[in-house]
């Protein structure tokens, strides 16, 4: 069974920071490029982060370029988004993706960052 299990959210102040994780299982981790992704109240989902499954390489969304993190530890089947210098509109639900090469395409139910004071 595939899941994806986000954690590590949480409410945080302007400026602050957050470390969330999301737990694979079920597929073959390392054979799958790693996105984070977000959606604020009433907005549309929007894509934050990939790392990819090979030759590793990160690409960011420039509102979040030198302040978010993504990366992965294949030995442990968990990818990572380290938030640091953290704004209120970086509110939103945080959602892992996990894609492979042939299509399959996995959710995690995501996790609540909330920046205010």
């Known amino acids: 069974q595939v899941q994806l299990v986000e954690s590590g959210g949480g409410l945080v102040q302007p400026g602050g920071s957050l470390r969330l994780s999301c737990a694979a299982s079920?597929?073959?981790?390392?054979?799958?490029?790693m996105t984070w992704h977000r959606q604020a109240p009433g907005k549309e989902r929007e894509w934050v982060a990939t790392?990819?499954?090979?030759?590793?390489?990160?690409h960011y969304l420039d509102s979040v370029k030198g302040r978010l993190t993504i990366s992965r530890d294949n030995d442990k089947n968990t990818v990572y988004l380290q938030m640091n210098s953290l704004k209120p509109e970086d509110t939103g639900v945080y959602c892992c993706?996990?894609?492979?090469?042939?299509?399959?395409?996995?959710w995690g139910q995501g996790t609540q960052v909330t920046v205010s004071t």
């Open positions: 079920g597929f073959t981790f390392i054979s799958y490029s």
């Open positions: 790392i990819t499954r090979t030759v590793v390489r990160t």
């Open positions: 993706n996990a894609l492979s090469p042939y299509g399959d395409d996995y």
